[in-house]
């Protein structure tokens, strides 16, 4: 106001003064209207005096309102642990009906904050994934009109600490999480506030996804999501990334629950490797003090030298990178590898069994113990329940050959199919889920000219091996085989492959010291989550996802 | 041989020949002379038939003594996984005196291989840590003499497949692991044999270590070391290593258990960095595609976002980089870090009281669930066993001051304390141990001058600040602190430190967003590992080690 008042001088006139003053300039006033003025002076005085008194009482009474809520509102110092009072915190979602009347404080995200009138105040309180209606309702001796007014004009996302009284709510609250029971406030403090301006709310960044179409709009897609990472921070906060996120830590909980139980045992290998190995045109080169070194595009060899140093049966869950160009919605740079490697006792279909008890495992715990999660992620990415075979016939196991024969029977050039593109990939997803009911299923024996150096040939045909990949709605999630563990025969591959067997002699000298036959596989953690959960994106099931354009936050 | 008789064509010239020549040469030979020849070389003939009627005799007897036995030794072919025959294989640990009279099937290494005469061969195989004797005698039908001798050659850390009846030891075998009963052989098969010369054997690997002395010969120590670590794969296979590779996984369980009961979310968090953050001296550097990224050293700063993204509760298991120039016996330029971060209700002690809680998780879960992996390892690496304190009194805790006060009464110059270097560490654990008898400690309230930019200062004393260190034996297993959540304040400590806040700016608008008060910590794995074993040097906690100068194997 005091700026509006300075720039604009002149647009209101004082419109009483010059006048006074030109009307009485030209002749002296009278005794009696000296007398009048004196006694007029008086009374204006006296009204003045009257008028200050009433404003002192009146800023008084005020300054009396603000004192009587100041303590239950307003900014905390910054907290550096100057006290422990040892006040239990409550959850929100522990809240229930049966607490009415029961004082409890909590620390929340402000979600909405919307007053009515002057003298109250409805607050959307969060935390994580779940939320609660707070209100706040000016009471004489409890809460003021200021602090009614501060609460107000809380901005969204800071984070308050809350004490107020349970109430059972008059009927379901349908904007909060808990909707049994509503937060009569009688405290409300601000722990941290927000120092820039909020690039979407999350409320915004928690609604659906428009359906998935053929002719999707890429390009928007893509600007959303990049708006999306960029603010990694605020966009982790939705409901549906509280429950991505507890979904891939289920993941790997229950991959390691399943191996632990299978006699594994977790390793960790070294991601800095002296030479560039397996395919030296995907890794990074990192300059090692005065030398180099590259980053391990997985644990595949450390995991066979382990196996060649007896521990039987190993896994690993550890970044693994890869220095590809590939911007497509499945590829990044840097994902996580869930690892397993076993010796073999007679069969490599051992190893593949296993990984498939590992797979239905890891379904079967999701659906029983993340159901809530998934009910949240549905919400936002509407999608088919993810589906697989139980029963006595077991999971679909085609071979490459039965594959490219289903492919065929679908009207695919069968001189195409020496490999199976990502296109045909996921043509066979469609006519698998058609054909046999699922989304999860394997195909075993690759040619081998598609596999890595390191894989075993079948016995019978050389042009075939003992491998498979895994898929999930048509995409591949793991790929896996028996190993060579015969040097000679290894020491071939190689030099088909074009890779100078000295440049991986501590590879080749594990077998040299005998190694038992083994196989293995290694998982895609994100594709997992991402295929589970039908993301579309890989990116968002990676907290801070790494591709060729994207290394921050 | 053939080339020997090439180069040296007269040093041994035919003797006979010559000399007979030139006896013979002037007469002619009589009538009855060629008569006697000619009967004596009739006779010879016969006998040479007899001789070779004998030799085809012995021949097919010694023929027919190897076809009894054929098909229970020898090489088996590569396992390609030719069939199937899903025949039960045991593990050593398995078998007992009551199984006496069975006959079992196994794979395993042999360990050592003696004869006993020509009819007699004794094995030990080897799983794992475990290890049974194995008798090999020849009988008619059964196991022939060319049978015994193939045994009796195999090379020690050839991989068998072993079938025998289990009996019951006459008395305890001490040389095996399971000493009441011995396996005799039925069949006996080559896996996989070796195809370069064993650098030290297995046994050697596992023999105690010279007990440590305050004079200890470190260059020889070191030597010993590289040796083992170039030939790694077959190091690992000691009863040490896997016993200490166990007590890995198991560090890894416990770390897990215990924060997944606490409500932790286990994230990932990217090693690739687009920025040197934190302290960019120590490093690497990595080629991205056409620009450059950094190696994480820590995943300080996503861990934190997290927390600014509400995850509340965070943990991360996952190799962490230093590019410091270290070559001691606890540093590596890559180990595993335990990691985790959580928001603070009222005061950062709520962290350290987690973390004191999590360490005697894990203490107590090793002793408890893996007390025979200790005890393997203790027969190789002596040591007084780890002490820490239970009880009511619980945990040690010591401020920076009160530790500065006890190596100043034990005669450090107070004027050498403003940080507490590595020898005067190791001076305070053995203080410790004397005056509290415990192992484990903690140090709380560091000077704010030792501690990174995002540390929060004490509120009382700025020149201190909410941190502390957790010691194990006199070394540091982790640091942590409550961190600086208002970015004004973090911006202000980045530039007291010499970071320009601009190459920090995804980091800082986490805290821009509204962020809880928050703290944690880092464990380095290995170092947990190698301090309750006392192995030390941090290499032998570490599958494939990693330091400034090895990269392999």
């Known amino acids: 106001m005091a700026d509006a008042e300075t720039t604009n001088p002149t647009q209101q006139p004082p ?3 010059p006048a006074a003053e030109g009307a009485d300039a030209p002749k002296g006033p009278s005794k009696s209207e000296l007398k009048k003025r004196a006694k007029e002076e008086e009374k204006a005085r006296k009204a003045a005096e009257k008028a200050a008194r009433q404003a002192e009482l009146e800023a008084q009474k005020a300054a009396a309102e603000v004192d009587y809520a100041t303590e239950f509102y307003g900014k905390l110092p910054l907290n550096q642990s100057q006290s422990r009072p040892r006040r239990t915190r409550v959850q929100i979602a522990s ?10 404080l909590l620390r929340a995200r402000v979600q909405t904050s919307r007053a009515q009138g002057s003298k109250m105040v409805f607050l959307n309180l969060r935390q994580r994934t779940d939320s609660i209606q707070a209100l706040l309702t000016v009471a004489p001796g409890k809460v003021s009109k200021q602090m009614a007014k501060w609460a107000a004009g809380l901005q969204i996302e800071s984070i308050v600490l809350a004490e107020g009284i349970v109430k059972k709510a008059p009927e379901i609250i349908k904007s909060a999480s808990v909707g049994d029971v509503e937060l009569h406030l009688t405290q409300l403090h601000l722990i941290s506030g927000l120092e820039t301006v909020l690039p979407f709310t999350v409320d915004d960044a928690n609604r659906p996804e428009p359906p998935e179409t053929e002719a999707e709009d890429v390009q928007f897609k893509r600007v959303l999501l990049d708006t999306r990472l960029n603010n990694r921070v605020v966009d982790l906060r939705t409901q549906t990334n509280h429950a991505v996120f507890r979904l891939q830590h289920g993941i790997g909980h229950l991959f390691r629950e399943f191996l632990d139980g299978q006699g594994f045992t977790e390793i960790h290998s070294p991601k800095l490797q002296g030479a560039a190995t397996e395919s030296g045109a995907s890794v990074f080169q990192v300059s090692y003090f005065k030398g180099k070194a590259f980053l391990a595009q997985s644990p595949q060899l450390a995991k066979q030298m382990a196996i060649a140093a007896d521990f039987e049966r190993v896994y690993e869950i550890g970044p693994v990178f890869r220095a590809e160009d590939s911007n ?14 076993m010796a073999i006792e007679e069969h490599y279909h051992e190893v593949m069994e296993l990984l498939d008890g590992l797979f239905l495992h890891m379904f079967r715990g999701l659906r029983q113990k993340y159901s809530k999660e998934i009910d949240a992620v549905r919400k936002q990415f509407p999608a088919d329940e993810f589906k697989w075979r139980e029963g006595p016939e077991g999971t679909l196991k085609l071979s490459f050959r039965e594959a490219v024969d289903l492919l065929v029977e679908d009207g695919v050039a069968r001189e195409d199919l020496d490999d199976i593109d990502t296109a045909n990939e996921k043509r066979l ?4 889920r058609a054909k046999y009911d699922t989304d999860y299923y394997i195909i075993d024996k690759f040619p081998m000219a ?3 150096f390191y894989t075993m040939p079948d016995p019978e045909d050389p042009t075939l091996s003992n491998s498979y990949d895994f898929f999930m709605r048509g995409e591949e999630i793991l790929s896996g085989a028996q190993r060579v563990h015969d040097p000679k025969l290894l020491e071939e591959g190689m030099r088909a492959k074009g890779i100078d067997p000295a440049s991986m002699s501590y590879y080749l000298d594990a077998f040299k010291l005998g190694c038992p036959p083994h196989g293995g596989g290694g998982i895609g953690l994100e594709r997992v989550l991402m295929l589970f959960l039908k993301l579309n994106n890989i990116r968002r099931a990676s907290l801070f996802p790494r591709d060729p354009k994207r290394l921050e936050p």
Not at 99 to 104: E, L, N, Y
């Open 15 to 17: 419109a009483e003064a």
């Open 450 to 452: 598609l596999r890595p």
């Open 95 to 104: 809240l229930t009906p049966e607490m009415d009347g029961q004082t409890v």
């Open 429 to 432: 997803g469609r006519i698998v």
């Open 328 to 341: 497509t919605h499945r590829h990044m740079t840097e994902f996580i590898g869930l690892d397993l490697e």
